[in-house]
Nanobody, 127 residues
Framework: QVQLVESGGGLVQAGGSLRLSCAAS????????MGWFRQAPGKEREFVAA????????YYADSVKGRFTAARDNAKNTVYLQMNSLKPEDTAVYYC????????????????????WGQGTQVTVSS
């Protein structure tokens, strides 16, 4: 099992940047696929990005492609989401999630596939 704690959220103007961090406990973090999801008020949770446990493979939702970048530092048990060119529609609670995998290049897109979740961090983008 791995426990996850997000940080880095806040209030930013449109066009600005934020970097979210997700710190994980547990010695097997390097074998977990990590995902980022978000949930805006009144909307369902949606996929944002995923990164394989090797860090070599990433996948992004079309809505954030080219603006957001997922990365991880397995030595620090931390995964990051760099968010640039933020838009008001990016406003949401952002969650990181983890799922163990035997394959270094695997990533998952569905929230149902993840077994561990953080508590979320609020990102608010003002226009």
């Amino acid at each position: 099992q791995v426990q996850l704690v997000e940080s880095g959220g806040g209030l930013v103007q449109a066009g600005g940047s934020l970097r979210l961090s997700c710190a994980a406990s547990g010695r097997t973090f390097s074998s977990y696929v990590m995902g980022w999801f978000r949930q805006a008020p009144g909307k369902e949770r949606e996929f944002v990005a995923a990164i394989s446990w090797s860090g070599a493979n990433t996948y992004y939702a079309d809505s954030v492609k080219g603006r957001f970048t997922a990365a991880r530092d397995n030595a620090k048990n931390t995964v990051y989401l760099q968010m640039n060119s933020l838009k008001p529609e990016d406003t949401a609670v952002y969650y990181c999630a983890a799922k163990g995998s035997a394959y270094s290049g695997t990533y998952y897109l569905g929230s149902y596939e993840y077994t561990n979740w953080g508590q979320g961090t609020q990102v608010t983008v003002s226009s």
